[in-house]
């Protein structure tokens, strides 16, 4: 499911970087030619094995406050974690917001999938998931050669340069 998954969000990142979005032309004038596609030949795939620390911090106040049998969480739930903002040191206040959205984010996916949507690691190695269906995406995405990368290890090249984006089960995959 994962490989089939991330194979079509691949898929469409390989069409945007083979076909750029075109500009529209201004009213009542012609648009410009459609360019030709660029030439994509290699995808570069990174992945990460661990959250931020700011989202580790929320991801143990979240489990520390559900309960896993009932899949429920106590009344103040949201306070607790915003109570965590400047006071835990990796939770930054100026994270707040992208915080408060985590944490909303995750609160959900935990009352339907349970406990383990809030672990702090993912369930697989996904880079070697990746690497062990690599045959599978040259032949899906239509490159010549896909190399995984983890996040984190290693030196991204300049045009990767938003790699560090890549969270567990979310990649980022660049072409050239």
């Given amino acids: 499911m994962y490989v089939c998954e991330g194979a079509q969000v ?32 290699h995808a570069r795939i990174y992945v990460a094995r661990n959250w931020a620390p700011w989202q580790t911090a929320i991801l143990e106040t979240l489990a ?11 009344a103040d739930v949201m306070k607790t974690v915003k109570a965590i903002a400047g006071v835990d040191e990796r939770f930054p206040k100026m994270r707040m917001k992208k915080g408060m959205a985590f944490a909303a984010e995750k609160r959900r996916l935990a009352e339907s999938e349970g406990v383990s949507a809030l672990a702090s690691t993912f369930g697989f190695d996904e880079a070697d998931v990746l690497r062990q269906y690599e045959d599978y995406l040259k032949s899906t995405i239509q490159v010549e050669s896909v190399t995984v990368y983890v996040s984190g290890e290693g030196e991204p090249g300049p045009e990767d340069k938003n790699a560090h984006l890549a969270i567990p089960g979310k990649p980022i995959v660049y072409f050239s």
């Fill in 64 to 74: 520390s406050v559900f309960d896993a049998e009932t899949k429920t969480w106590t």
């Fill in 10 to 41: 691949f898929r469409i990142r390989a069409h945007q970087a083979r076909f750029p979005a075109q500009q529209k032309g201004k009213k009542g004038k012609k648009a410009p030619a459609p360019a030709q596609p660029s030439e994509v030949n």
